[in-house]
């Protein structure tokens, strides 16, 4: 049962451009999401957080949206650059707890 | 400063051998995570350190897996009878303490393949 999905797999978009990763929940019950980069061989870093009190949170060229009613959340990237050009994994926490549940992730490619 | 390391990079065995695999978690965190990411799949949690306290062993996929933390630091995670479904890349991650929003850092993996 897969509580935290990413529908795409790939998303490709042109430099300067906008990236929107999508991500949705099923567990109601979290109430922390986090999104986390990874580039291949290397582990994933933690990139932009939001919790459940809030709807948006920014963090320079980042940008998560959180729709508790549609148990949905986006991360924003603007403008979008080369070395942005990664796997992106959704992961979402409940009630202070120690486990994450992580989606499948999404490559994103920015291309020239 | 050192980030979460994890040893070795690449381990390749025969089905029905152990392995055991390495993590040195960031020097001064408290929690300890291991977590694997098979083909096509989000990470999974496989169990979880926090200083002194039991672990939470409540994502071990069977009790083919083990692992402990030895001096509330290195971690080892083992995987006795290896199955071919056992092939993954395993992650460590470590934090300064659990929940709270602290950030997990993630150590680069072991690419486990079994033949």
């Known amino acids: 049962d897969q509580q935290v999905k990413q529908n795409s797999p790939s998303l490709s978009v042109q430099e300067g451009r906008i990236s929107i990763l999508n991500c949705d929940y099923t567990?109601?019950?979290?109430?922390?999401f986090l999104w986390y980069k990874k580039y291949p061989a290397e582990g994933p870093t933690f990139l932009i957080s939001i919790s459940s009190i809030k709807d948006k949170n920014e963090d320079g060229r980042f940008t998560v949206f959180l729709n508790k009613s549609a148990k949905h959340l986006s991360l924003h990237i603007v403008p979008s650059q080369p070395g942005d050009s990664a796997v992106y994994f959704c992961a979402a926490r409940r009630g202070g707890g120690n486990k994450l549940t992580f989606g499948t992730g999404t490559q994103l490619k920015v291309e020239l | 400063g050192a980030g979460v390391s994890q040893s070795p990079s690449n381990k390749v065995t025969e089905k029905g051998k152990d392995v055991e695999l390495r993590c040195d978690p960031i020097s001064g965190h408290t929690a300890l995570y291991w977590y694997r990411q098979s083909l096509g799949q989000g990470l999974e949690f496989l169990i979880y350190f926090q200083g002194n306290s039991a672990p939470d062993k409540s994502g071990l996929p069977s009790d083919r897996f083990s692992a402990e933390r030895t001096g509330g630091s290195v971690s080892t995670l083992t995987i006795q009878r290896t199955q071919q479904e056992d092939s993954a890349v395993y992650l460590c991650?470590?934090?300064?303490?659990?929940?709270?929003?602290?950030?997990?850092?993630f150590g680069p993996g072991t690419r486990l393949t079994v033949l």
């Open positions: 567990n109601s019950m979290f109430d922390y």
């Open positions: 991650a470590s934090s300064f303490r659990p929940g709270g929003g602290d950030t997990q850092y």
